[in-house]
C-alpha cells in the first residue's frame, strides 16, 4: 500500500498477557518511529529506527516493552506482561530519512487490556 | 512535565471565519514545530511546520506563526470549512537532539460549525 499499515487495528488482550504489534512502513522509507497515544493526549515518543538498529530507545516506558526491525523494513512492537495502563493506541510512523523530513502516520493500533 | 502545551481542548467556529489554535512550549531547544490534524479512527496527518529561522510559514489556507521570545505558535486556518473538523496538535522537535523525535502536544478539537 501506499501508506503506513499497522495491524492488528484493535487487540483486546488479559492482564499479564504478550502482545505483538507490527508496522510495514512507507516503501523506500529508512526511519521508523512508534509513539503511543493515551486517551486525551497527543502522541508520545517510545523508539525510533534507523536502518536496523534502533537509534533512540529513550521513550520506551519499562523492560517490558521491545521493539525490532530485523530487516530495515517490517517493525514489530513487543509488549510481556501487559498491564491495564498500556491500553492506548500504538501509532506507527517512517520518513524518508531521519532529521528535518515530513513523518507519516500509520492509522494506529488500538490495544485494550482488561 | 508538559513541553508543549495546548491549553484550549476545544474550539468551535463559525464556517468562514478565521479559526486561530494556540501552542506553547517550554524547552528551548526546540527549533521545528509542527502541525498535524488528526480525524477520528485514523492516524495524525501533516499540514504545516516552521523552522526557528522563520517568523511565518504559509500553505493555501494555512499559516503557522512563531513567536520566539514568547515561546508561542499559532495555525491560523482561514477561510475555516466544515472539513476542517478534527483534532489539531502541535509538536516540536530539536534538530541538534534529531528531529525524529517529536513532543506533541494535548490536541485542540477543532468544529468548524456551517
Known amino acids: 500500500g501506499a501508506g503506513v499499515s499497522q495491524t492488528p487495528s484493535n487487540k483486546v488482550t488479559e492482564k499479564g498477557k504478550y502482545v505483538e504489534l507490527r508496522c510495514d512502513p512507507i516503501?523506500?522509507?529508512?526511519?521508523l518511529y512508534w509513539y503511543r497515544q493515551s486517551l486525551g493526549q497527543g502522541p508520545e515518543f517510545l523508539i525510533y529506527?534507523?536502518?536496523?538498529?534502533?537509534?533512540?530507545d529513550s521513550g520506551l516506558p519499562n523492560d517490558r516493552f521491545f521493539a525490532v526491525r530485523p530487516e530495515g523494513s517490517v517493525s514489530t512492537l513487543k509488549i510481556q506482561r501487559t498491564e491495564r495502563g498500556d491500553s492506548a493506541v500504538y501509532l506507527c510512523a517512517s520518513s524518508l530519512t531521519a532529521g528535518g523530513n515530513t513523518i507519516y502516520f500509520g492509522e494506529g493500533s488500538w490495544l485494550t487490556v482488561v | 512535565d508538559q513541553q508543549v502545551k495546548q491549553n484550549s481542548p476545544s474550539l468551535s467556529v463559525q464556517e468562514g471565519r478565521i479559526s486561530i489554535l494556540n501552542c506553547d512550549y517550554t524547552n528551548s531547544m526546540f527549533d521545528y514545530f509542527l502541525w498535524y490534524k488528526k480525524y477520528p479512527a485514523e492516524g495524525p496527518t501533516f499540514l504545516i511546520s516552521?523552522?526557528?529561522?522563520?517568523d511565518k510559514n504559509e500553505d493555501g489556507r494555512f499559516t503557522v506563526f512563531l513567536n520566539k521570545s514568547a515561546k508561542h505558535l499559532s495555525l491560523h486556518i482561514v477561510p475555516s470549512q466544515p472539513g476542517d473538523s478534527a483534532v489539531y496538535f502541535c509538536?516540536?522537535?530539536?534538530?541538534?537532539?534529531?528531529?525524529?523525535?517529536?513532543?506533541f502536544g494535548q490536541g485542540t478539537r477543532l468544529t468548524i460549525n456551517p
Open positions: 516503501s523506500g522509507h529508512t526511519a
Open positions: 529506527f534507523q536502518g536496523t538498529g534502533a537509534a533512540d
Open positions: 516552521i523552522s526557528s529561522i522563520k
Open positions: 509538536a516540536a522537535s530539536s534538530q541538534g537532539q534529531g528531529a525524529q523525535k517529536l513532543v
